[in-house]
């Protein structure tokens, strides 16, 4: 038995939660979990919009038959093809099998690709209507947010946005399924840190996306992640519109690798003068202990940056170097970038960080600091007045 959650009254929820699984892509820790979203429009005609990861689908359909009962499902609307959501695609087919699957041309191939299905498909494009009976869906192409066959599904009559991985969050939905159900500032931190770790490369195809969709009116977000959005919804859009145009507040993120204590050390000199100089929000993290996502997440969120590393075999840190990989990767933009490192024998670290902070078109503070041996009076000072001088180009740039 399974009591169905509806958005509206023939638009059911019949998502899952994943508590299991550690890691997202293999790469993203999970703490609190997972929810992967699905839909289901019961109309004269049945829509399904998007499944589950394949692991989840018992509990999946079990919640999709206890809406729909014995009725076959018409269409099966592929949003977003990767297997967090079209991992049950195949199953799906072959439990229902003349459900036409939607896609648009960049979806079938992938179709094709990843369960060799080839007939009973159905293309869309920009704009396209698909009639249900009463309720009518149109398709809108969102390329690279998050894979180039992304496209979302908005819902007429009830004003729905089905929105792929757009807006979508980590973490389970714990009884509350609805924004206004829960405490959605719980979510912020999570939906930064999906935003900023799947999605945070291309902010340019998201800032074109969130002009296309300007245009709707959109009452609710059913995301394929993350809770369903119908109270804050212009407060999510800003969210996005900030983390996708690299528009950060005041803080800093301190960075730091060290291997015994010494450029440690350095970080903590400077965050000191940074605190004094007045800003109130900063984030030090030792990137050998906690999570680059959680890191990267913060990056999004605060404009002022310091990365301290010592040189490791004439290199960065290697865990500082998989950390600034990520953010080059991601091209991450407009950061205002403080530079600590420290050696022992020749001293290559501040070097690749102010070529990664170039490369990505960073303003570096002048006077990067660079210590042999142990932190010692000239350089402890030099730290100092780094981080005062990080700390009142921030001030500055207040209101
Ligand atoms: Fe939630 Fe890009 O998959």
């Not at 989840?56 to 959501?85: A, C, T, W």
């Not at 894979?147 to 004003?159: A, C, D, G, H």
């Not at 060290?258 to 440690?264: F, K, P, V, W």
């Not at 003068?273 to 050998?288: L, T």
Request: charged share 25%.
């Amino acid at each position: 038995m399974y009591q169905p959650v509806q958005l509206s009254e023939d638009i059911f929820y019949v998502g899952v939660n994943d508590r299991r699984t550690e890691l997202f892509e293999n790469m993203w820790p999970l703490p609190r979990g997972v929810a992967y979203n699905s839909y289901v429009i019961k109309d004269e005609k049945i829509a399904l919009l998007d499944t589950v990861e394949i692991g989840q689908v018992e509990k999946f359909l079990k919640k999709l038959q206890s809406v729909i009962g014995d009725r076959p499902i018409d269409y099966l609307i592929v949003n977003h093809m990767e297997p967090d959501h079209a991992g049950s695609v195949n199953l799906i087919r072959q439990l229902y099998p003349d459900v036409k699957i939607v896609g648009n041309k960049k979806t079938l191939p992938m179709i094709e690709g990843f369960f060799e299905i080839t007939d009973n498909l159905m293309e869309v494009k920009e704009g396209d209507e698909l009639d249900l009976g009463k309720h009518k869906l149109q398709f809108y192409l969102a390329p690279m947010v998050h894979w180039p066959e992304t496209m979302v599904t908005y819902e007429e009559t009830q004003k729905i946005l089905f929105s792929a991985d757009a807006f979508g969050s980590f973490g389970t939905l714990d009884g509350s399924i609805f924004d206004d159900e829960m405490d959605f500032s719980y979510f912020h931190d999570e939906m930064r840190r999906y935003y900023s770790n799947i999605v945070g490369k291309y902010g340019s195809p998201v800032q074109k996306a969130l002009k296309k969709l300007s245009g709707l009116d959109i009452k609710m977000i059913a995301s394929t992640h993350g809770p369903i959005i119908r109270s804050h919804i212009e407060e999510v859009i800003g969210m996005y519109d900030d983390w996708s145009s690299f528009k950060t507040g005041e803080g800093v993120v301190i960075a730091f690798a060290s291997m015994y204590g010494n450029t440690e050390e350095m970080a903590e000199v400077t965050a000191r003068a940074i605190a004094e100089a007045g800003i109130k929000e900063i984030r030090m993290y030792d990137v050998s202990k906690t999570h680059s996502s959680y890191i990267i997440s913060d990056i999004f969120k605060y404009k002022g940056l310091v990365l301290a590393s010592p040189t490791y075999s004439n290199e960065l840190h290697p865990n500082m170097e998989a950390l600034a990989n990520k953010l080059k990767h991601m091209g991450v933009k407009d950061h205002c970038l403080g530079i600590l490192g420290s050696y022992t024998w020749a001293g290559t670290s501040v070097k690749r960080l102010t070529e990664l902070g170039e490369a990505l078109k960073w303003e570096i503070i002048e006077n990067s600091v660079e210590e042999k041996h142990t932190l010692k009076k000239q350089k402890y000072e030099e730290c100092r007045r780094l981080g005062k001088a990080l700390a009142e180009k921030l001030i500055a740039e207040r209101n």
